[in-house]
């Protein structure tokens, strides 16, 4: 692939991969595959994400010719849109063919690296492992404080994951007065948040998004600073990778 122009953004490493990977999976949007010789397009359905075997499991394509074109190992491109973010990878050589649930599927092994582009007035960016960012929400109404791991940041919003079932569970407009957002187990942030959207992901997994309320100039700054510290990082990561 070639190298990201401005609004463009790379990622790399399994456990991001397969991150991304399992968050298209659970949205169970439609897929487009376009393949670079025929110029043909195809829809497919990314619905399992095995890390073990470092792979993908994909429904049949329609027009039913791209599954062979596939399967042939003509170079293609894959692409989803989710979330006002619009990612793309190359097409992996396919394991095997047979059947999951009494339907045809195929195993795909999983990129090495994808791109995204983002069309949001607040530019998000993916959160990096190595700064050890997580947040803590705090909410009326509930008798424990929800810890989860941040997936995304941007000055108006975030993204974040839960790992482990909570009750109750967390439902679209519910608000927590207070975000605090750590890393290293230190707080660098705090602002209020309401919960827009919530998505269900594998083995348990929730995904939350939240927008940020009553931001003040002073957190505004810490987060746009946040922000830029998470891009750096990725782009240190993309150049050593």
Same mark, same amino acid.
């Given at each position: 692939?070639?190298?990201?122009?401005?609004?463009?953004?790379?990622?790399?490493?399994?456990?991001n991969?397969?991150?991304?990977?399992?968050?298209?999976?659970?949205?169970?949007?439609?897929v487009?595959v376009?393949?670079n010789?025929?110029?043909?397009?195809?829809?497919t +359905? =990314?619905?399992?994400?095995d $890390?073990?075997?470092?792979s &993908?499991? *994909?429904?049949?394509?329609?027009?039913?010719? !791209?599954?062979? +074109? =596939?399967?042939?190992?003509? $170079?293609?491109?894959?692409? &989803?849109? *989710?979330d006002?973010?619009?990612?793309?990878? !190359?097409?992996g050589?396919?394991?095997?063919?047979?059947?999951?649930?009494?339907?045809?599927? *195929?195993?795909?092994?999983?990129?090495?690296?994808?791109?995204?582009?983002?069309?949001?007035?607040?530019?998000?960016?993916?959160?990096?492992?190595?700064?050890?960012?997580?947040?803590?929400?705090v909410?009326?109404?509930?008798?424990?404080?929800?810890?989860?791991?941040?997936?995304?940041?941007?000055?108006?919003?975030?993204r974040?994951?839960?790992?482990?079932?909570?009750?109750?569970?967390?439902?679209?407009?519910?608000?927590?007065?207070?975000?605090?957002?750590m890393?290293?187990?230190?707080?660098?942030?705090?602002?209020?948040?309401?919960?827009?959207?919530?998505?269900?992901?594998?083995?348990g997994?929730?995904?939350l998004?939240?927008?940020?309320t009553?931001v003040?100039?002073?957190?505004?700054?810490?987060?746009?600073?946040?922000?830029?510290?998470?891009?750096?990082?990725?782009?240190?990561?993309?150049?050593?990778?």
């Amino acid at each position: 692939m070639t190298e990201p122009k401005q609004n463009e953004f790379l990622v790399t490493g399994d456990r991001n991969i397969v991150r991304l990977f399992e968050r298209i999976a659970s949205s169970k949007r439609t897929v487009s595959v376009r393949f670079n010789h025929s110029k043909q397009t195809c829809n497919t +359905l =990314l619905f399992a994400v095995d $890390p073990n075997r470092n792979s &993908c499991l *994909l429904d049949e394509l329609a027009p039913a010719n !791209g599954t062979q +074109l =596939l399967v042939n190992g003509e $170079p293609a491109s894959f692409e &989803c849109s *989710l979330d006002g973010v619009t990612t793309w990878f !190359g097409a992996g050589k396919i394991l095997r063919t047979g059947k999951v649930g009494g339907k045809p599927a *195929l195993e795909m092994q999983l990129p090495r690296r994808a791109w995204y582009q983002q069309r949001r007035e607040a530019f998000r960016a993916q959160a990096f492992g190595g700064m050890n960012l997580s947040i803590m929400m705090v909410g009326r109404g509930r008798d424990t404080n929800l810890r989860a791991r941040l997936e995304d940041l941007s000055v108006s919003g975030c993204r974040v994951s839960l790992v482990t079932p909570v009750t109750p569970p967390v439902e679209p407009g519910e608000l927590f007065y207070r975000c605090q957002i750590m890393q290293d187990g230190r707080q660098v942030a705090n602002t209020a948040a309401e919960v827009r959207h919530v998505d269900a992901g594998v083995n348990g997994t929730t995904y939350l998004g939240l927008h940020f309320t009553e931001v003040s100039p002073q957190q505004e700054s810490v987060l746009s600073q946040l922000v830029m510290k998470l891009e750096l990082a990725l782009k240190h990561e993309r150049m050593m990778a």
